[in-house]
């Protein structure tokens, strides 16, 4: 019998390397990261992804064949645990979404031409990609009302339609589009992805729709992105753009988004281990009322509440990314929807802990909380609304149970007469019912 939570000594110092290099190259750049150019940014950032490479850890995600360790979920999950702990940390691993979603899709569904022509230079990191499914007017807990069309005319699909929060969309070089190609049957057989490079004539990219996170996003920031609408209007591109055939949409999305939203929750854990860090650390630092804050009792629940939470958290994440590896990711649906719905309470938790042991100070901008506390409200929305993700775990679990014919199976009198009835010759039946 196996059941084993050790990691493999090859491995566990190849997360050992990573965990130094992201906090010692890539957290202090944090700090300077919006006050640098471009230039100078690519600078800062291009020898750091050559050491990442070197490692053989660029991309990793991805199969052999296209230049990744073609790791499982279990050790990509440890992994983004580590890569987690800084927003930075994915895009100079490779690893960063969308483009990480994007490739896999493009891997999965593309076929040879277009695999060269934007999986290749995608993995290079010399384009960038955006994901357009959720449409303002309907809502995208239901993609089923997805409006967008994409009409044949000819050799080409003519889409037309509004989307929004494409995040990157305004720095993409193409963005996969999610659009309805058979308005005649159900959804899950009429919608398909297309890939549309955004300078495409009628590609409008109206705004950087400004968030709790960025309030002050504009067009073309460059990190983090910002969250694009768009308006598609008559916009012309090749049927051989179509990813996949038409009508896959909905099994490419499945597909794409599984591993995803578990790559999220691991991040969700480093992040929450961050914050973490920093509550004990000022737990142990700050006196008050005659003691330090580590020898109150609040603040030892507090400090015990979020160990347990993100202990919780990352034995969820590893079942469901252990689950994910043994049988694929639409039969773990159950398992990914947990660790969606409870890596978001645990992440929102244990920032706003830290930031109550901090005081004032965890309010400020001096200290990384507040930020991380605006970022973490938006995972309860990412990748599906937690509410959608509890009727995901809710239908599944169902699908094991029955109606009972009358009374419930646990009724104890129906209980009882069937247990005197069965042991009659043991137990004197009229003495017990007297
Ligand atoms: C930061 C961020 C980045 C995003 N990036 C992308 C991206 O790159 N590409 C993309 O296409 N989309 C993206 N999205 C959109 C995201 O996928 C949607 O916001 C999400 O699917 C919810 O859709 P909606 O916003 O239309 O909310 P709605 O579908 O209108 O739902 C609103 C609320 O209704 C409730 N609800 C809905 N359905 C049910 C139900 N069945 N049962 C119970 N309650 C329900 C939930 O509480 C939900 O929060 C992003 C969103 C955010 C916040």
Redesign the pocket.
């Known amino acids: 019998m196996a059941w084993d939570f050790s990691t493999d000594p090859e491995f566990a110092a190849k997360l050992e390397w990573v965990r130094s290099f992201v906090d010692r190259e890539i957290l202090p750049l944090e700090t300077i990261q919006f006050d640098v150019s471009d230039e100078e940014w690519a600078a800062l950032t291009t020898p750091l992804k050559d050491k990442v490479r070197a490692e053989g850890l660029w991309a990793c995600h991805l199969d052999p064949e296209l230049g990744g360790q073609g790791y499982g979920q279990v050790k990509l999950a440890l992994l983004h645990e580590i890569l987690g702990r800084s927003p930075l940390a994915p895009p100079i691993f490779g690893n960063q979404?969308?483009d990480s979603g994007n490739a896999e899709l493009l891997a999965i569904g593309g076929n040879e031409e277009q695999k060269q022509r934007w999986l290749r230079p995608l993995l290079d990191g010399r384009l960038r990609s955006?994901?357009?499914?959720?449409e303002p007017e309907?809502?995208?807990?239901?993609p089923t009302l997805i409006r967008t069309s994409a009409v044949l005319d000819g050799d080409e699909y003519v889409i037309n339609g509004h989307?929004w929060?494409?995040?990157?969309?305004s720095t993409a070089d193409f963005l996969v589009v999610?659009v309805v190609t058979n308005p005649d049957v159900h959804p899950y057989q009429g919608c398909s992805m297309i890939v549309v490079p955004t300078d495409t004539p009628g590609v409008d990219i109206v705004r950087d729709v400004p968030?709790m996170?960025h309030p002050h996003a504009h067009p073309g920031r460059r990190e983090p992105a910002g969250?694009a609408e768009i308006r598609y209007r008559d916009v012309r591109v090749p049927t051989g753009n179509l990813i996949g055939r038409p009508g896959d949409g909905f099994v490419l999305a499945q597909k794409r988004l599984g591993p995803g939203r578990l790559h999220h929750a691991m991040r969700w854990i480093g992040q929450a281990r961050r914050a973490f860090d920093m509550l004990c650390e000022r737990a142990l630092s700050r006196y008050s009322h005659g003691s330090l804050l580590a020898e109150k009792q609040m603040i030892q629940d507090f400090i015990a509440e979020s160990l347990i939470d993100i202990s919780t958290a990352r034995l969820l994440c590893l079942n469901a990314a252990w689950t994910m590896d043994q049988v694929g990711s639409s039969k773990a649906r159950t398992e990914i929807a947990m660790i969606k719905v409870y890596g978001t309470r645990m992440l929102f938790n244990v920032i706003d802990r830290a930031i109550q042991v901090h005081g004032a100070l965890g309010y400020t901008t001096d200290l990384p909380l507040e930020e991380m506390y605006r970022a973490a409200r938006?995972s309860?929305?990412?990748?599906?609304?937690?509410?959608?993700h509890?009727?995901t775990i809710a239908r599944q679990v169902l699908k094991s149970y029955r109606a009972a014919a009358e009374l419930p199976t646990e009724h104890v009198p129906t209980r009882r007469a069937a247990a005197l009835e069965r042991f009659a010759e043991l137990v004197d039946v009229a003495a017990l019912n007297s």
């Open positions: 979404a969308p955006a994901f357009s499914m959720t309907v809502a995208g807990s239901d989307k929060f494409t995040s990157c969309g999610m968030t996170h969250h938006a309860r929305l990412v990748d599906g609304a937690d509410e959608v509890k009727v």
